[in-house]
């Protein structure tokens, strides 16, 4: 069972019961949430996307270092789960090419930063379904710190810009935001209009 809880999903488990679902998690590094994700929603397929790659130099993220071991976890964490999962070992830009499914959510939580996180929004809220979730993880802004301190890679600070683009995004067409989860780090998202 996975020990990550995602309110997003929840959300989503409570307003959909038992039916079935097609959704895509954008960053699933050791999987854990997307384990939360095949728990909780009845999954008729998912895609997972996450180019694993830690040379990309434009992820600044505590992740970074890990994800060749992480890619490796992901896989046996989600095992049981093979017949219904698509894997996309790409960034979510080269993806969003090539899935041809209309989905009920997109969870974002790949890069952070807040080209991509817009990129994400604007390119993947297409494939959602009118009725459908869009959404993700950190809904933060600034710095990353960790025990305390601010976390350098590369001597720079690393940070999170998550909350300024979606508070753009929702202004820009007035949806209604929902926020939960994590004090910190919570999940945000909205229902695509009918
Ligand atoms: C914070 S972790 C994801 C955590 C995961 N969603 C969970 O619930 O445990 C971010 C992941 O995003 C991936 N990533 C970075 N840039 C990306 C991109 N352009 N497209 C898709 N995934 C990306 C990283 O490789 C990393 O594994």
Request: glycine letters at 8%; hydrophobic letters at 40%; a negative charge.
């Amino acid at each position: 069972m996975s020990d990550r809880k995602l309110a997003m999903i929840d959300y989503i488990a409570s307003e959909l019961g038992n039916k079935p679902v097609i959704g895509a998690e954008i960053g699933v590094f050791r999987g854990e949430g997307s384990l939360y994700i095949l728990e909780q929603l009845n999954i008729k397929k998912l895609h997972l996307i996450d180019p694993y790659n830690y040379e990309d130099a434009e992820y600044r993220d505590l992740a970074r270092p890990h994800l060749h071991e992480a890619s490796l976890e992901a896989q046996e964490r989600v095992k049981d789960y093979t017949d219904v999962i698509q894997w996309w070992h790409m960034a979510s830009d080269e993806a969003v090419k090539l899935i041809d499914d209309k989905l009920d959510f997109i969870y974002i939580d790949g890069n952070h930063y807040a080209d991509y996180v817009k990129n994400d929004i604007v390119n993947y809220e297409k494939l959602v379904k009118f009725g459908g979730w869009v959404g993700g993880h950190d809904y933060a802004n600034g710095d990353v710190y960790v025990s305390g301190e601010k976390f350098l890679m590369d001597g720079e600070p690393i940070q999170i810009e998550v909350k300024p683009v979606v508070d753009e995004w929702i202004e820009q067409h007035g949806y209604y935001l929902f926020v939960a989860g994590d004090r910190a780090f919570p999940d945000w998202w909205y229902q695509k209009p009918y």
